[in-house]
């Protein structure tokens, strides 16, 4: 199907395309200066001391959690409402995801009180998620994590932009994890990167990337190295230099995209205030700088969403759910530890969720009649 209006949309050039080019007649494709370009540049841009990119932010998710030391039997604590990569990270390892209510309707992130009421002897970690590039309450956070001995880790995907108190989002907590998919703020295709402050943590990071081993392809390209020992269970998460070079175009331009995305999110919020003032729109008066990943409403209560979703197709527009809840799917339901979760809060709050497009190319006049389309919706 074709929409008048898609749920998002990429903002990719001529500058992309020579970058790529650029890549391929240099012959060298694999992990190598131009990645440690992007590196460099992304590290600058969020203000950690160390980044590494990687093939997703998924992959880049499973080694902050192997990094950090997850195994068998230790407790992550995680909100349901993300998606589903955010968990699997922590099960990848053996250890246990722990789900815990969100805020409020005005609030979609985890709530730090719900995280509180989950800490136990076995909680190792805290596993956020900044929903569409709302901050979660990280002085907060960090404040409960210090007190129980807890490591952060940050689900950063919807993030790349965002700061809390002028510090970026995914700079928080000891790893952040940030997502170059294709329907993200900046994209590569494919891509991720991890960042963190702490220098074992980054040493284990760069290990396991590439296979544990001591020395790379690039190093031994260069005449750094012959040889290498393997030091570690590692795994192969290496991004290559054709998105790298595109993920350096797409960085410079992540501040204007940005800034099209919150000037958009202002004005959707102005026309419902408008036209349907009986829908919420969460994370309107939300503390910090916000990517605007993504723009969320929540239907009144008793609305049926799937109608509701079915005329906004029908007007040609494209509008999805953020999220299913995790601990819903069968995988999940499957495993015991999982299937006695109850988050009734999240679950009433999630069944009235709906995403609107937003993406940097959306018009005043795409916004406007988005609106009106709900209005007539709703009002039908
Ligand atoms: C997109 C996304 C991911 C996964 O990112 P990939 O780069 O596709 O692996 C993880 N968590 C959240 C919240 C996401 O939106």
Redesign the pocket.
Known sequence: MTWRIPLADIDVGEEEISAVTGVLKSRWLTMGAVTQEFEEAFKEYSGAKYALAV???????HMACVAVGLKPGDEVILPSL?????AN?ICYTGATPIFAEISSESNLNISPKAIESKITPKTRAIMV???GGYACDMPEIMRIADVHGLTVIE?A??ASGSFLDSKMLGTWGRVG?????S??NMTTG???MAVTNDEEVFKKLSLIRSHGMTSLTWDRHRGHAWSYDVVDLGYNYRIDEMRAAVGLVQLHKLDSFNEKRRKITKRYIDLLHESCPEIIIPFEHHPGISAC?LFVILLPEGCDRFDFMERMKAAGIQTSI??PLIHRFSYYQNDPFVACQNLPFTEKIAEREVTLPLYPGLTENDVTYIVQSIAEALHH
Not at 55 to 61: H, I, K, Q, R, S
Not at 82 to 86: D, P
Not at 177 to 181: D, G, I, L, P, T
């Open positions: 093939t997703n932010a998924t992959t880049a998710l993300t998606f589903v990569a955010t990270a998620m900044h929903y689900d995907a919807h994890c940030y997502s170059f998919f329907n993200k494919e891509g991720g990943h953020h999220y």
